[in-house]
């Protein structure tokens, strides 16, 4: 489940230990690519201080793209779909959302900016691979 990755996640952060799974209040850090962005959904009311691991009601999706004032996600696992979303960012930069509560990150150095250019070089499979997924009723 979402949760349980998001709680540990979470864990993580309050006790700065050693894994490289962060999770953050959308208040706290800005978005990039590679990061997953967390949502409640199904009408769940989820915090960032009040989820518990093993629920439902809550939805990741990998942020691929920062682009002025809105990001660009891909997930999956809704209605055996795979779907692109934007929203949007606030003046600074945050993650503008009444339904998104954890952003996590991987914090290992140099990890991130590598990341970041597997997704650029990536981008051009996007809809191809998206119409793969779609076409065969993964």
């Given at each position: 489940?979402?949760?349980?990755?998001?709680?540990?996640?979470?864990?993580?952060?309050?006790?700065q230990?050693?894994?490289?799974?962060?999770?953050?209040?959308?208040?706290e850090?800005?978005?990039?690519?590679?990061?997953?962005?967390?949502?409640?959904?199904?009408?769940?009311?989820?915090?960032?201080d009040?989820?518990?691991?093993?629920?439902?009601?809550t939805?990741?999706?990998?942020?691929?793209?920062?682009?002025?004032?809105?990001?660009?996600?891909?997930?999956?696992n809704?209605?055996?779909?795979?779907?692109k979303?934007?929203?949007?960012?606030?003046?600074n930069?945050?993650?503008?959302?009444?339904?998104?509560f954890?952003i996590?990150?991987?914090?290992?150095a140099?990890?991130?900016?590598?990341?970041?250019?597997?997704l650029?070089i990536?981008?051009?499979?996007?809809y191809p691979?998206?119409?793969i997924?779609?076409?065969?009723?993964?």
């Amino acid at each position: 489940a979402h949760s349980t990755y998001t709680y540990y996640a979470i864990q993580n952060k309050k006790q700065q230990n050693a894994n490289p799974f962060k999770a953050y209040h959308i208040t706290e850090r800005k978005p990039e690519p590679g990061d997953i962005i967390v949502q409640n959904r199904g009408g769940s009311t989820f915090t960032y201080d009040n989820l518990k691991p093993d629920v439902s009601g809550t939805h990741g999706d990998i942020v691929v793209n920062v682009s002025g004032s809105q990001i660009e996600v891909i997930g999956g696992n809704l209605s055996n779909s795979v779907s692109k979303n934007k929203y949007s960012l606030d003046a600074n930069g945050y993650l503008r959302s009444g339904n998104h509560f954890a952003i996590i990150k991987i914090e290992v150095a140099g990890l991130q900016k590598e990341w970041s250019e597997a997704l650029e070089i990536t981008q051009e499979w996007e809809y191809p691979i998206m119409e793969i997924f779609q076409s065969s009723g993964l």
